[in-house]
């Protein structure tokens, strides 16, 4: 897809200068566009399959309520004609998105303390708008702990493929039971669940002159609000999601700020990370599915995607280790 189709598919106007690329993702490019309607940044991507235009579906029902509401964020297009949220076709079976481009940069990593308590409580103002998820949580793959046959299975081709060696194997394989045992409890009496943001990291806060703005709901789906604001809470502690230890005063900001405005703050035990260790785990799912070719691309995103799963698995081994401290942190 050429930038300049997907601007015209989604209404953009005329290109004003060349496309900048932000993100030379072979599956999912990203531009920003200079357009007789402004400055844009305009992604693309080819969904894998039907489930996508669902996710995505509710995901825009979010991001369009929380635009609506007021909330500190990038402008979404809406596209007038037939879309998926905010993604409207664009030709090929691919889909397009636009949200106005921000000024700015992503905050740092740990994030400093007021910044994670807007973060908070900017979280809190989208569990307030209470959207609620499409799916049957029982179809919900984010919480969807696979037996061990499967994993023995996929980690056999890892191992064939090269795509792991046998120490990681083995460290993946002990990770996915491990998670498994702890969060099928906590899944089965799972309290209500709303539609998120998904992806809400340093990288996705934006620092403006006009202050933090949200960016990229592109990741979102349903999640308890309180698992995952523990999620966001860890993250703004530290990048990576527990490969370097968090920051403590970061992490206890981003709750405090949740919970100052009005946030739902349920167990602060270990359970309370279920939420951060199954999506974790899914993503690793995912990234050794394409690292081993299941879902296309090419020998060097397959790599890629190779490289990304074994960050996943030390930083899943990190974050196991560092439960008992980091829920002392919540306590706190």
């Not at 599956?27 to 996710?55: F, I």
């Not at 993604?87 to 992503?106: C, H, I, K, M, T």
């Not at 709750?255 to 405005?261: K, L, P």
């Given at each position: 897809m050429e930038p300049a189709a997907a601007a015209a598919a989604l209404g953009l106007g005329a290109l004003r200068g060349p496309a900048v690329v932000l993100k030379a993702d072979e599956?999912?490019?990203?531009?920003?566009?200079?357009?007789?309607?402004?400055?844009?940044?305009?992604?693309?991507?080819?969904?894998?399959?039907?489930?996508?235009?669902?996710?995505v579906a509710q995901t825009g029902r979010l991001e369009a309520a929380a635009w609506e509401a007021g909330v500190a964020m990038a402008e979404p297009l809406r596209p007038e004609t037939?879309?998926?949220?905010?993604?409207?076709?664009?030709?090929?079976?691919?889909?397009?998105?636009?949200?106005?481009?921000?000024?700015?940069?992503?905050?740092p990593a740990p994030v400093p303390r007021r910044l994670a308590a807007w973060a908070g409580a900017t979280f809190a103002a989208l569990e307030r708008l209470a959207v609620a998820p499409d799916r049957d949580p029982a179809g919900d793959?984010?919480?969807?702990?696979?037996?061990?046959?499967?994993?023995?299975?996929?980690?056999?081709?890892a191992q064939d493929l090269d795509v792991l060696d046998a120490a990681g194997s083995r460290a993946l394989k002990d990770i996915a039971v491990r998670i498994a045992a702890a969060g099928e409890p906590a899944v089965a009496a799972m309290p209500r669940r709303l539609v998120v943001h998904g992806d809400f990291s340093h990288l996705n806060i934006m620092v403006t002159p006009q202050g933090p703005?949200?960016?990229d709901f592109d990741s979102g789906g349903p999640a308890v609000p309180w698992w995952e604001l523990v999620a966001i809470a860890i993250e703004m502690g530290a990048p990576a999601l527990g490969v370097m230890e968090p920051d403590r005063a970061s992490v206890e900001a981003c709750?405090?700020?949740?919970?100052?405005?009005g946030g739902t703050v349920r167990?602060?035990?270990?359970?309370?990370f279920t939420g951060?260790?199954?999506?974790?785990?899914?993503?690793?799912?995912?990234?050794?599915?394409?690292?081993?070719?299941?879902?296309?691309?090419s020998p060097e995103t397959q790599a890629g995607f190779a490289r990304d799963l074994r960050g996943s698995i030390t930083a899943l081994t990190a974050m196991l280790d560092a439960l008992p401290?980091?829920?002392?942190?919540?306590k706190g």
């Open positions: 599956l999912s490019p990203v531009w920003r566009l200079d357009t007789a309607t402004g400055t844009w940044v305009v992604k693309s991507l080819l969904p894998h399959g039907d489930y996508w235009l669902a996710d037939a879309a998926a949220g905010m993604w409207a076709p664009v030709g090929d079976g691919s889909y397009a998105r636009a949200a106005r481009f921000l000024d700015g940069a992503p905050a793959y984010a919480f969807r702990f696979h037996p061990e046959a499967e994993w023995d299975e996929w980690l056999g081709q703005k949200l960016i709750v405090s700020g949740y919970a100052d405005a167990d602060t035990g270990e359970g309370a951060m260790l199954a999506g974790r785990l899914s993503t690793a799912a995912w990234q050794l599915w394409m690292a081993c070719g299941h879902r296309g691309g401290v980091w829920s002392s942190w919540l």
